[in-house]
């Protein structure tokens, strides 16, 4: 007597989201010298995700937001250099430098979630 075979069909697995966005986060991360890498990203992690656009804007975020992680380091390396320019100073470049951020954030996380809807809808296409 025979075991049943376990093995499934690569279009059979579930999607490991946490993993595919990661996997588009870095491909946004090394492609940001390209204007509008993060679409490009969260395509990557979209594809890899598969299903319906909901999964693709979730996989997107999280690709979006692991792309944002060394921007946001970069941010606090900078606002440890911001206190020695003078009170006068210090504000009006924290200011400018938190403007900054959250302009960051919705460029690199919103164009990750569109760069997954379109990885999605480009997966079920081709």
């Known amino acids: 007597m025979t075991e049943p075979s376990t093995d499934t069909d690569a279009d059979d697995r579930t999607p490991n989201t946490l993993l595919n966005g990661v996997i588009g986060g870095l491909v ?3 492609l940001s010298f390209i204007p509008f890498s993060t679409v490009l990203g969260g395509a990557v992690a979209g594809y890899l ?8 804007a979730k996989v997107g975020l999280i690709a979006g937001v692991v792309t944002l992680v060394p921007f946001l380091l970069l941010f ?40 997954g809807i379109v990885g999605v809808y480009l997966k079920e296409e081709l």
């Not at 100073?89 to 400018?96: H, P, Q, T």
């Open 49 to 56: 995700e598969g299903g319906d656009t909901a999964a693709g």
């Open 76 to 115: 606090v390396v900078f606002l440890g250099l911001v206190p020695v320019m003078g009170p006068e100073a210090s504000f009006a470049i924290g200011l400018f430098g938190l403007f900054a951020l959250l302009f960051g954030a919705v460029y690199v996380v919103g164009f990750s979630v569109v760069g």
């Open 28 to 30: 946004g991360l090394l």
